[in-house]
C-alpha cells in the first residue's frame, strides 16, 4: 500500500512540475527590462528638468530681468492704448484735439517700435491689443462725440501720463538692461512734453482738467517723481 501512495505522489508530481517551471518562466519574461535589481516605479512619472524649466521661466534670469520684461510689455500695451484713442479723437475731435491727436499717434508708434526693439533684445514677446480697461474706455469714448468727446479724451489721457509718468520714472531707476534705460529717458521726456500739450489745448478750448492727484512715495523710500509742465 505504501509503495503505491509512494507511486502516486510521485506521478503527481512530475504532472504539475512543468507547469509551475513554465508559470515562472512567464512572470519572469513579463518584467519590464531595466537594471538589474530596480522595481519598477508605481508612481507617477516625474517631470523632467527640461518641462520643469519651461514651467517656471526661463533658467538664470534675476528678479529684476523678469521685472524688465514685465515693464516692457506693459508699455507697449499702454502705447497701443494710446495709438487707438488718438486714431478714434483724429476721426471725432475738434481742430486743437484732432492735432494733439496726430502727435499722440506718431509719438507712441515710434515709441513702441523703438521698446519692440528692446523687447527683441530681451526675449519678450509683446501684446497686440489694449487691456481690457483701455478697450473698456475706447468703447465709451466711440459713443461720445462733439464737446463730450473732447472732454472725456483729454482727461483721459492727461489721467494716464501721470499714471506712466510715474511707473517711467521708477523704471529708470532700476533698469537692468542699458537699451531699455535709453528708451525709458527717452519715453520721459516725450511724456513731459505730452502733458504740456494737453493743458494748452485744454486752455484754448475752455475745458477744465482734474488736479493731479498726489504722487505715490518710490518703493526705496526716494523722492517721488519731479512735477510736470501742464
Not at 56 to 80: H, K, N, S, Y
Not at 91 to 100: E, H, W, Y
Not at 164 to 172: I, P, R, S, T, V
Amino acid at each position: 500500500m505504501k509503495i503505491c501512495r509512494w507511486v502516486a505522489v510521485f506521478a503527481a508530481t512530475a504532472v504539475l512540475l512543468p507547469s509551475a517551471i513554465l508559470s515562472q518562466t512567464d512572470q519572469n519574461q513579463a518584467q519590464p527590462s531595466g537594471a538589474l535589481g530596480t522595481a519598477p516605479s508605481s508612481g507617477p512619472m516625474q517631470p523632467s528638468d527640461s518641462s520643469m524649466r519651461e514651467t517656471l521661466g526661463a533658467p538664470g534670469l534675476t528678479g529684476r530681468q523678469m521685472a524688465d520684461r514685465t515693464f516692457v510689455r506693459m508699455a507697449v500695451e499702454d502705447g497701443i492704448a494710446d495709438i487707438a484713442l488718438g486714431q478714434l479723437a483724429i476721426q471725432k475731435g475738434g481742430p486743437d484735439v484732432k492735432t494733439l491727436a496726430q502727435t499722440m499717434v506718431d509719438d507712441h508708434t515710434s515709441a513702441n517700435k523703438q521698446m519692440a526693439a528692446v523687447a527683441d533684445s530681451l526675449g519678450v514677446l509683446l501684446p497686440k491689443k489694449m487691456n481690457k480697461d483701455d478697450q473698456v474706455e475706447f468703447d465709451k469714448l466711440n459713443g461720445l462725440s462733439g464737446k463730450d468727446f473732447d472732454t472725456e479724451y483729454l482727461t483721459f489721457i492727461l489721467k494716464a501720463h501721470w499714471k506712466h509718468l510715474h511707473d517711467f520714472y521708477m523704471e529708470a531707476s532700476v533698469a537692468s538692461d542699458p537699451g531699455l534705460a535709453t528708451q525709458v529717458a527717452q519715453a520721459l521726456k516725450t511724456m513731459h512734453d505730452h502733458l504740456g500739450m494737453i493743458s494748452k489745448v485744454a486752455a484754448t478750448d475752455g475745458i477744465a482738467l482734474p488736479p493731479r492727484p498726489p504722487r505715490p512715495p518710490r518703493p526705496d523710500g526716494g523722492s517721488p517723481p519731479p512735477p510736470a509742465e501742464h
